[in-house]
């Protein structure tokens, strides 16, 4: 049985959310304050605590939404599971380069990025921890975890060296490039 949710809960979530996202463009995180957020919203503090615990909860609650959205695990998660490891791999690293693109407004301190980092670890590390699990069942789930870690990290490393770079390549020449040496290491060059 599904319950259905109060539309009155709905909208005041999206009306905090969205203004979070006003105010992120207006001023650095570190200025803006749940006072702030409520009076944009045009809540009361009680609604906005129902919802989240402080603004750190809610900046982890969107980047962990928009990364979802941009990594298209909200819609068509069959769709996913019958992907390659290496279409996988690719359409991940596009995906977070198309993300990288709209943490500006979010992150302008250490604080905000190491808690963007995390939720991005994280999710890049339980989306691969699934997709090894599904093909390739065979291989002990600790190894799966160790192979996600190693993945989310190479994933974000060749991020950070694309959007650095003169990105004079678009992100799926760059990731074409070096793909085959990821999947079959370097010896496959």
């Known amino acids: 049985m599904q319950v259905k949710k109060d539309p009155r809960v709905t909208r005041s979530r999206t009306q905090i959310i969205d203004s979070f996202i006003l105010l992120s463009g207006k001023?650095?995180?570190?200025?803006?304050?749940?006072?702030?957020?409520?009076?944009?919203?045009?809540?009361?503090?009680?609604?906005?605590?129902n919802h989240f615990l402080d603004k750190y909860d809610l900046l982890e609650q969107v980047v962990s939404e928009a990364l979802r959205s941009n990594l298209g695990c909200n819609?068509?998660?069959?769709?996913?599971?019958?992907?390659?490891?290496?279409?996988?791999?690719?359409?991940l690293f596009i995906s977070?380069?198309?993300?990288?693109?709209?943490l500006d407004s979010y992150s302008d301190g250490?604080?905000?990025?190491?808690?963007?980092?995390?939720?991005?670890?994280?999710h890049l590390i339980d989306i691969l921890s699934s997709h090894l699990a599904l093909h390739k069942p065979g291989i002990d789930s600790s190894v799966h975890l160790k192979l996600a870690r190693m993945l989310t990290h190479a994933l974000l490393g060749m991020t950070r060296d694309y959007c650095e770079s003169s990105q004079a390549e678009s992100p799926g020449d760059y990731i074409d490039s070096v793909l085959p040496a990821l999947i079959n290491g370097l010896d496959s060059l």
């Open 27 to 49: 001023k650095p995180f570190a200025s803006i304050t749940v006072k702030d957020i409520t009076k944009e919203a045009q809540i009361n503090r009680a609604t906005f605590y």
């Open 75 to 91: 819609s068509h998660p069959d769709i996913k599971q019958h992907l390659s490891t290496e279409d996988t791999l690719r359409e």
């Open 96 to 102: 977070l380069i198309r993300f990288e693109k709209t």
């Open 110 to 122: 250490f604080e905000e990025s190491e808690m963007i980092d995390l939720v991005i670890h994280s």
